[in-house]
C-alpha cells in the first residue's frame, strides 16, 4: 500500500497558494485493507473513505470507463493492479494530475502537469477528457480562479470542449450541478472567463442560452463605449467580484441585470427600451431551471428590474425613493440594500473608461434607507389612527426622513 497527496493541494502549493481540502489516492489497496486500518467507508459510486483520525478523504487508485451519457455514466475499477498513473490518467487537467509522495517530497508527474503550471497553461490530461459533459464548466471555472495568474486554456483543450459542446453531451449536465459550477465561477477572483471560456468554446448557449443571447447585441456607444453587450456583461461580472470579493449573490444579481437586452428586436438596436422588464421572464426561467436558491433569486429580479431606477435616484421624487425602497424589501430585509448598491455599481463601473468612475448614487441610497428604515410607527403618535390611516401616516414620515437627507447632502455638496 502507498499513499498520494493528488490535485488541488499540490497544485495550489506549487502555485505558492493555500491549498484547499487534502485529497489522497492509496495504490495497492482493497476496501477491507482500508476498513481494517480504521477508515471508514463513504463513497456510493467508488470506494472513498475517512481517514479515523483527520476525517481527510482518501480514495483508492481507480480507472474509469465510459459506459453511458452524461457524466455519470462510468464503469469504475478500484483493483489494487490500478497504478498511480492510471488513476493521475483519468483526472481532467494536467495541473490537476500531479502526485506528491508526502514521506520524501518526491512529485509524480507523468503528464507534464509542473511545466503547465510554469506556463499557466490548463491542458486536458488525454483523449477521455470528451466523455465528460462537465468537464467543460470545470475548464471555465477554473479559468475564472487563474486567469488573473496568467492562465490561458491550451487550444487542443480549447478544440476538444467544443467537440463535446456540439456533440449535445452537455444536455446531460443536470441543471442544479450547472449552479454549483456557475456559483464556484461567480465567487471567484475574474467570473468574466467563465463566460468567455464557455462562449469561446460554443457551450454558453447549451448550459447559459440567456447570457449567449447577450454576445453580438449592441449598446449606444456614447454610454457603453465597448458597445457589444456581451462584453459589457463580462465588465460587470468582473467589477462585482472586485467590489464584493467572494459574494456570490452580488455576483449573480450582477450577471442577470441586463438579460433583457437579449430579447431586444433588432429594429431598436443599440437602444434597449423597456429591457429590465424584458429581463424578467428569462431570468425566472433561469432560476426555475437551474433550482437558484431563492435569496439569489429575489435580489437578482430586484436588480434587473430598478437597476435604471437606482441610477437615476437622485431625479426621482421622494415618494418614488421611499416606493423603490419597497420593492427593494428594504424594511424586512434591510441588509439586501447594500448589495444591490454594489450590483448597480458594477453596472456602472462596469464599462470600457468607466472602471475608476465614482458611484455616489450607491451611497445616496443607503443613506436614504437608513434614515427611511429609522422611522418606526411605535416612536410616531398614532393614537387616532387606525387601519390604513397608520400606514399612510408612517410612510408620510419616511417620505419626510428621505427629503431631509437629501436636502442635507445637496447642501454639503
Same mark, same amino acid.
Given at each position: ?8 493541494a499540490?497544485?495550489?502549493? %506549487? ?21 481494517a ?16 483520525? +483527520?476525517?481527510?478523504?482518501y480514495?483508492?487508485?481507480? +480507472? ?13 475499477d478500484?483493483?489494487?493492479?490500478? !497504478?498511480?498513473?492510471q ?18 517530497? +518526491?512529485?509524480?508527474?507523468p ?31 477554473f ?5 488573473? @495568474?496568467?492562465f ?12 463535446i ?14 449552479? &454549483? ?15 468567455? +471560456?464557455?462562449?469561446?468554446?460554443g ?15 449592441? &449598446? ?21 467580484a ?16 441586463d ?23 428569462p431570468? &425566472? ?30 431625479e426621482?421624487?421622494d $415618494? !418614488? ?7 427593494f ?10 448589495r ?18 465614482d ?11 437608513q434614515?427611511?428604515? $429609522?422611522?418606526?410607527?411605535?416612536? @410616531?403618535? %398614532? ?25 442635507s ?5
Amino acid at each position: 500500500m502507498k499513499i498520494y497527496l493528488v490535485g488541488g493541494a499540490v497544485r495550489d502549493r %506549487l502555485l505558492q497558494r493555500s491549498p484547499g481540502d487534502h485529497d489522497w489516492v492509496v495504490v495497492g489497496a482493497t476496501q477491507p485493507e482500508m476498513e481494517a486500518l480504521g477508515y471508514k467507508a463513504v463513497g456510493k459510486d467508488f470506494p472513498v473513505f475517512l481517514h479515523p483520525d +483527520t476525517g481527510e478523504e482518501y480514495a483508492l487508485a481507480r +480507472t474509469e470507463r465510459k459506459s453511458g451519457r452524461g457524466y455519470r455514466g462510468f464503469v469504475v475499477d478500484a483493483d489494487p493492479s490500478v !497504478t498511480l498513473e492510471q488513476d493521475l490518467l483519468r483526472r481532467d487537467f494536467t495541473i490537476n494530475a500531479i502526485a506528491c509522495d508526502e514521506a520524501t517530497g +518526491t512529485l509524480v508527474d507523468p503528464y507534464g502537469g509542473v511545466r503547465d503550471i510554469e506556463q499557466r497553461v490548463l491542458r486536458h490530461v488525454g483523449p477521455a477528457f470528451v466523455e465528460d459533459p462537465l468537464r467543460v464548466l470545470r475548464a471555465a471555472r477554473f479559468m475564472a480562479r487563474f486567469a488573473p @495568474l496568467g492562465f490561458t486554456v491550451a487550444p487542443e483543450t480549447l478544440q476538444l470542449m467544443r467537440q463535446i459542446a456540439e456533440s449535445g453531451e452537455l444536455d446531460a449536465l443536470v441543471p442544479e450541478r450547472v449552479w &454549483q459550477e456557475l456559483r464556484r465561477a461567480l465567487g471567484s477572483a475574474q467570473p468574466s472567463a467563465f463566460l468567455r +471560456t464557455l462562449h469561446d468554446a460554443g457551450a454558453l448557449r447549451a448550459v447559459l442560452p440567456e447570457l449567449e443571447a447577450l454576445y453580438g447585441v449592441p &449598446q449606444r456607444a456614447e454610454f457603453h463605449p465597448e458597445v457589444d453587450t456581451g462584453v459589457h456583461q463580462e465588465m460587470v461580472s468582473d467589477m462585482a467580484a472586485r467590489l464584493a470579493p467572494g459574494d456570490d449573490l452580488v455576483g449573480f444579481a450582477a450577471l442577470t441585470h441586463d438579460l433583457g437586452k437579449g430579447l431586444t428586436p433588432e429594429s431598436e438596436w443599440p437602444r434597449h427600451l423597456m429591457h429590465e422588464q424584458r429581463g424578467l421572464e428569462p431570468l &425566472q426561467a433561469l432560476c426555475e431551471r437551474m433550482k437558484v436558491p431563492l435569496e439569489h433569486r429575489q435580489l437578482a429580479e430586484a436588480v434587473c428590474r430598478d437597476h435604471l431606477n437606482v441610477h437615476r435616484i437622485d431625479e426621482l421624487r421622494d $415618494a !418614488t425613493v421611499l416606493e423603490l425602497l419597497g420593492r427593494f424589501d428594504g424594511f424586512r430585509r434591510p441588509e439586501r440594500i447594500a448589495r444591490i448598491a454594489l450590483c448597480c455599481e458594477a453596472d456602472k463601473r462596469g464599462r470600457l473608461g468607466f472602471e475608476d468612475s465614482d458611484y455616489p448614487q450607491g451611497e445616496t441610497l443607503k443613506r436614504v434607507h437608513q434614515a427611511a428604515l $429609522a422611522v418606526q410607527a411605535r416612536d @410616531l403618535d %398614532l393614537t387616532h389612527l387606525k387601519g390604513p390611516a397608520v400606514g399612510d401616516a408612517l410612510a408620510r414620515a419616511r417620505i419626510q426622513a428621505i427629503a431631509a437627507v437629501r436636502r442635507s447632502t445637496s447642501g454639503n455638496a
